[in-house]
C-alpha cells in the first residue's frame, strides 16, 4: 500500500532497512491519543472557500483502502480491521521476515456500499456487501443493476463489483450472492504491496497498479497469462480476459487516474510521486534494468517531502475555481498533506509544478491514502487513521498501530465566485433513458461523462448505435470523444466515421481516434493510413498517440514513418521527451514484431537513420532484432563510442545466431586497433553469449588466445600495464590457461 523508508543509494542496504525491525523512531509515531472524527475536522486546513465534510467513520468502517463511485453515485470502499496480517487460508504465502504474524481467522474485511448522502455529506447508508474478506484493497462496481426502462437500481439490487481479496480478484454480487475468481495467482508476501487502484477507462480496459515485493502469476478467467514483479501497472477486461502488462517498473504504485486527454498517471512511494505512464515503458525500481530504450521521462523533480506518496486524482469537473482545475491531487500519509500538482506541458511532455499543500491537518493520526472524484464535483478522501505512518517504519507489531479507526472524507469549495456553486446534484445514471444516457457524454466532470460511457455500452449497446451515430457530428468536442468510444466498443465506428474524425478540428478529437485506433483488432489498409497521416500531426499529442497505435499493431511497414517522425521530433522538439520515448517503444516493438532481417534495406537508411535504428535495437531480443543490428554496424560509418560498440556487441553475441555474432566481431575487429580496445570487445561478445548460455571460449578462444598474446608482449616490464591488465582480464573471461 504506502511505504515510507528512507531512501538508500544501496539496493541491498534499502531493502535490509526495509525489512529490518528496529525500534521505532518516536518521530514515525504519532505521540497524542486519536481523535473523534468530529474533533479531528476542525484539525484541518485547506484553503479559504474549501471546506471539509465527515462522509464516514469507525465503527460503519475500517480502515479505507480504495474508493469508487458507480452509475448510480453510491459510494464503494474496500476497508480492513486486520492490515498489515492477513488471515490464514488458501493462497496465503507464508510470511517474509519483518511480516511474520497471521491475523485470527475467519477473514473478516470488508467490502461496502454508501448511499443517502445529507447535504453535508454524510452518508446515512453503509451496506456491507462483503464481510469476509483478506485485506481488500483494488475495487471496482460493475454495475449489473436494472436501469431505464426497468427501473433503476434499488438497495436490493446493487450490481456487481470486482475485488481484490487475497490471493485473487473477485467477483462479487452485491445482492449477498456468491463471489467467484476472475483473475487468480496474486502473490500477497507483502500486504502493502498489493494490486490497487482498479480504473476502467473509455476503452473498457480496467488499468491497475501492481506492488512491492509480490511475485504474482497471474491468469485471467480466458486462461491468459501474466507475470507480475513487483512493482507494475497492467490492464484487463472487466470479465477477467485477456491479461496484458502495460509499463514494468516502479516500486509500489498506489493509486492511478487518467486526464481528458487520456493521459495515464499513478503516484508510486520510491520512484517518482507521481508518474505519466507511457504504456510499453520501463520506469526505475529497485536495482531492476530498463528495456535497453532507457526508462521513461519523469515528470516531477522532487518526492513532495517523503516517500509514501500514493492515491492519485486529476481534477476535472466545475465545482472548484478554476485554480483548482485540469490539477493532480496526490496523499502523503506520511507528512498527513493532501497535494496539488499543476501540470505544465513541452509538447506532449509532462511536467508538473508543486502547488501549495491542498489539506494539511494537525491531527498527527491524519493519514490520507487515496483520493477520487466524485461525481459531485467534490473530492473524497480515504484516511487511514493511525498513529503509525506507514508499514515498515516501525515493528508491525507495534502496539501504536490501530486497527480499528477510518474515516472518509468529502472536500467541497464554499467561497464565492465558484461558477457552480453548490456541489451538482446526484445523477444516478441507471436511470436514465438512451438519449439522456448520451447527453451526459459531454458532462463537465470527467467522473460522470466516464460513468455515462460505461453505463450507455453496458446497458444501451448496439441498439443505441443509430441513434448516437447521428448525434456524432455534434457541437462539442467532449461529446464527440465519448461518442466515438462508445460506439467503437459497440462495433458501429466504421472506417469513413473514423477517418472523419481523424480530420476533426479540435485535437482532443484527433488524439482520441489515434488511440481508438490502437485499440483496433485488426487494422485495414485505411487504418494504417490514418496512423500515418496522425503521426505528422501539427498537435504532438496526436503524434504520440500514432506512434503508440503503430506500436500496438507492429508491422515492418511502420518503421521508415516512425523513423521519420523521431527525426522529426529530435530536430524540432528535443525537449518533447515523452513523444521521443512512444516513439522508440514504436519501433521497438516493430522491429520486435518483423523476424527477418531482410525485410529491411539496410543500405538505404542513412547514418543518422542507422544510429537511431541501433540504438532501438539493443531493446529488441530476437534472432531478426540482432541480425540487423549486425548488418547496420557492419559498414564504416556512422561511428559510435566505445561504450556503444560494446553494448551492440553483447547484445547480438546474446540474442543473435553465431554466424551474426562472428560477422559482425569480425567487421569490428578489422576497424580495432590495440590490445585493450580488442580485450574490451571480445568481453563484452563473451558477456552476451554468457547470458544466452553458450560457451564463450569456444566461439573466441582463437581471438582470445591472439589478444591475450599480444597484450603479455615480449618486453617483459616494457609492456604497457593497461594492456597487461586487459589481457589479464580477458584470459580469466574466457578461461584461457593454457
Known amino acids: 500500500m504506502f511505504c515510507a523508508a528512507a531512501l538508500s543509494a544501496s539496493v541491498p542496504a534499502l531493502c535490509a532497512a526495509l525489512l529490518a525491525v528496529q525500534p521505532p523512531d518516536p518521530t514515525l509515531v504519532a505521540p497524542t491519543e486519536a481523535l473523534s472524527p468530529i474533533e479531528q475536522r476542525d484539525r484541518f486546513q485547506l484553503p479559504p472557500g474549501f471546506e471539509i465534510q465527515l462522509v464516514a467513520a469507525e465503527p460503519e468502517i475500517g480502515q479505507p483502502m480504495n474508493l469508487a463511485f458507480d452509475a448510480a453515485g453510491r459510494l464503494w470502499v474496500t476497508h480492513s480491521t486486520t492490515y498489515p496480517y492477513p488471515v490464514e487460508g488458501p493462497g496465503i504465502q507464508p ?135 513487483s512493482g507494475n501497472t497492467y490492464r484487463f477486461r472487466p470479465d477477467g480476459s485477456r491479461l496484458e502488462a502495460f509499463t514494468r517498473g516502479q516500486v509500489n504504485p498506489f493509486g492511478l487516474t487518467f486526464d481528458p486527454l487520456g493521459n495515464a498517471y499513478n503516484a508510486d ?236 478540428p479540435e485535437a482532443v478529437v484527433r488524439i482520441h481516434t489515434a488511440k481508438i485506433l490502437g485499440d483496433r483488432e485488426a487494422w485495414s489498409a485505411s487504418d494504417v493510413d490514418l496512423a500515418r497521416t496522425l503521426l505528422t500531426d501539427a498537435d504532438p499529442f496526436v503524434r504520440r498517440a500514432a506512434a503508440d497505435a503503430l506500436g500496438r499493431r507492429p508491422a515492418a511497414g511502420h518503421v521508415r514513418p516512425l523513423l521519420e517522425a523521431l527525426a522529426a521530433t529530435e530536430a524540432d522538439a528535443p525537449d518533447d521527451t515523452m513523444l521521443i520515448h512512444q516513439l522508440r517503444i514504436g519501433l521497438r516493438d516493430c522491429l520486435t514484431a518483423s523476424e527477418d532481417a531482410d525485410e529491411f534495406a539496410v543500405e538505404a537508411f542513412e547514418p543518422a537513420d542507422r544510429r537511431r535504428l541501433a540504438g532501438v535495437l539493443v531493446a529488441v531480443p530476437t534472432p531478426g532484432g540482432a541480425r540487423l543490428l549486425a548488418d547496420l554496424l557492419a559498414p564504416a560509418e556512422p561511428s559510435f563510442a566505445a561504450a556503444e560498440v560494446d553494448r551492440f556487441m553483447a547484445h547480438v553475441a546474446r540474442y543473435g545466431a553465431d554466424e551474426a555474432s562472428d560477422e559482425l566481431l569480425t567487421n569490428l575487429w578489422r576497424r580495432t586497433d590495440g590490445t585493450v580496445r580488442r580485450a574490451e570487445l571480445l568481453g563484452a561478445a563473451a558477456e552476451g553469449l554468457k547470458r544466452r548460455g553458450a560457451n564463450p571460449t569456444a566461439l573466441l578462444g582463437e581471438r582470445g588466445r591472439d589478444t591475450v598474446t599480444a597484450g603479455l608482449g615480449t618486453a617483459g616490464d616494457a609492456t604497457p600495464t593497461a594492456a597487461l591488465a586487459a589481457a589479464a582480464g580477458l584470459a580469466a573471461d574466457l578461461a584461457l590457461h593454457d
Open 95 to 229: 510470511r517474509a521476515e519483518g511480516m511474520d504474524g497471521m491475523t485470527p481467522g475467519p477473514p473478516r474485511d470488508r467490502l461496502s456500499v454508501l448511499t443517502d448522502f445529507t447535504p453535508d455529506g454524510l452518508a446515512r447508508s453503509v451496506t456491507h456487501v462483503e464481510d469476509g474478506l483478506n485485506i481488500p484493497i483494488g475495487l471496482l462496481p460493475l454495475g449489473g443493476a436494472a436501469g431505464g426502462e426497468r427501473g433503476g437500481a434499488t438497495d436490493e439490487d446493487r450490481g456487481e463489483a470486482l475485488v481484490y481479496s487475497i490471493p485473487n480478484v473477485w467477483r462479487t454480487a452485491a445482492d449477498g450472492g456468491p463471489r467467484t475468481p476472475v483473475v487468480t495467482g496474486y502473490g500477497n508476501l507483502d500486504t502493502h504491496g498489493m494490486t490497487n487502484s482498479f480504473t476502467r477507462w473509455l476503452d473498457g480496459w480496467i488499468y491497475a497498479c501492481h506492488g512491492f515485493r509480490n511475485d504474482s502469476h497471474l491468469t485471467g478467467s480466458d486462461g491468459s497469462t501474466l507475470h507480475l514483479n
Open 269 to 504: 512511494c520510491h520512484s517518482r510521486p507521481l508518474t505519466l505512464l507511457l504504456r510499453g515503458a520501463y520506469y526505475p525500481s529497485f536495482g531492476k534494468p530498463d528495456d535497453g530504450l532507457g526508462f521513461g521521462p519523469e515528470m516531477i523533480d522532487h518526492n513532495h517531502g517523503s516517500t509514501g506518496i500514493c492515491g492519485a486524482a486529476w481534477y476535472d469537473a466545475e465545482h472548484f475555481p478554476q485554480e483548482f482545475r485540469d490539477a493532480l491531487y496526490l496523499c502523503n500519509p506520511v507528512t498527513g498533506r493532501v497535494h496539488r500538482d499543476r501540470v505544465t506541458w513541452k509538447g506532449s511532455t509532462a511536467h508538473a509544478d508543486k502547488q501549495p499543500d491542498f489539506v494539511r491537518c494537525d491531527d498527527p493520526w491524519f493519514r490520507p491514502v487515496y483520493v477520487t472524484l466524485g461525481p459531485d464535483g467534490a473530492l473524497y478522501l480515504a484516511d487511514f487513521y493511525n498513529a503509525v505512518i506507514g508499514h515498515y517504519e516501525v515493528p508491525l507489531a507495534h502496539p501504536a498501530r490501530d486497527r480499528r479507526r477510518g474515516r472518509i472524507w468529502r472536500i467541497v469549495w464554499r467561497g464565492e465566485g465558484s461558477e457552480a456553486g453548490e456541489p451538482a446534484a446526484a445523477v444516478d445514471l441507471t436511470r436514465l433513458s438512451a438519449d439522456n444516457l448520451a447527453d451526459r457524454f459531454a458532462d463537465p466532470n470527467i467522473t460522470v461523462r466516464t460513468a455515462a460511457t460505461h453505463e450507455w455500452v453496458d446497458r444501451i449497446g448496439s441498439t443505441g448505435r443509430p441513434t448516437l451515430e447521428t448525434r456524432l457530428s455534434e457541437t462539442g468536442p467532449t461529446f464527440r470523444v465519448h461518442a466515438a468510444w462508445a460506439l467503437h466498443r459497440t462495433g458501429g465506428l466504421t472506417e469513413d466515421r473514423l477517418a472523419a474524425l481523424g480530420s476533426d
